[in-house]
C-alpha cells in the first residue's frame, strides 16, 4: 500500500525563521494578496528581498500554499460536522486515504486512543451528510464506531498558523 506523502513533512526538521520570516508570515496570514511591493513596505526591506524571502519559506514547506478562506453558509453549505472514527488498527493508513479524498472532508487527523481518527466535513444539508455517513462512513470495512457532531455556531475559525 502506498503511503499518503503529504505529511511525510512531519519528519523534516523545523527551519529556523528569523524575527523577519515570523513578520512576513503574521502579514501573508492576515492578507496572502499583499503585494511584495507593499509587504516590502511594512517589514522595510526590498520587494526583491521579500519576494526572495517568501519563495524561500514555500521551498523549505513553511509555506505550504495560499489559498481563499470561503464563508460556507455563503455557498450553500448548511450542515458542518466533526467525526470521531474509531478503526481497526490494520485498516487505519487504507482509511485515512480513502476519506482524505472525500470532497466533503475539510480535515482528517489520527489521534491518540484507539486508531481514532478525527475529522471535520461540510454538507449542503442534512440528506447529503446521511449519505456520506450511510455509503462511506459506515459501509468501509475496518470502522468500527462513529462518533458525530454538528457544528451550531462558530465563533472562532483560524486558517494557518499563528506563530
Not at 455509503?135 to 458525530?148: N, W
Amino acid at each position: 500500500m502506498k503511503k499518503n506523502n503529504d505529511f511525510d513533512a512531519n519528519n523534516m526538521p523545523a527551519m529556523k525563521l528569523n524575527e523577519t520570516d515570523k513578520k512576513i508570515i503574521e502579514i501573508l496570514l492576515d492578507n496572502a494578496r499583499i503585494s511584495y511591493t507593499d509587504l516590502a513596505k511594512e517589514i522595510g526591506l526590498s520587494r526583491v528581498a521579500v519576494q526572495s524571502r517568501i519563495q524561500s519559506l514555500i521551498e523549505a514547506g513553511v509555506i505550504e500554499r495560499f489559498t481563499a478562506v470561503v464563508n460556507p453558509i455563503k455557498v450553500g453549505i448548511q450542515v458542518s460536522a466533526f467525526f470521531n472514527v474509531d478503526v481497526e488498527p490494520k485498516y487505519l493508513d487504507e482509511i485515512a486515504e480513502k476519506l482524505a479524498l472525500h470532497p466533503a472532508v475539510t480535515s482528517l487527523y489520527h489521534m491518540t486512543g484507539p486508531s481514532t481518527l478525527h475529522m471535520h466535513g461540510v454538507f449542503k444539508n442534512m440528506k447529503e451528510m446521511e449519505e456520506f455517513l450511510l455509503e462511506t462512513l459506515y459501509s468501509t470495512k475496518g470502522i468500527m464506531r462513529v462518533d458525530t457532531q454538528m457544528l451550531l455556531k462558530r465563533y472562532k475559525s483560524r486558517m494557518g498558523l499563528k506563530l
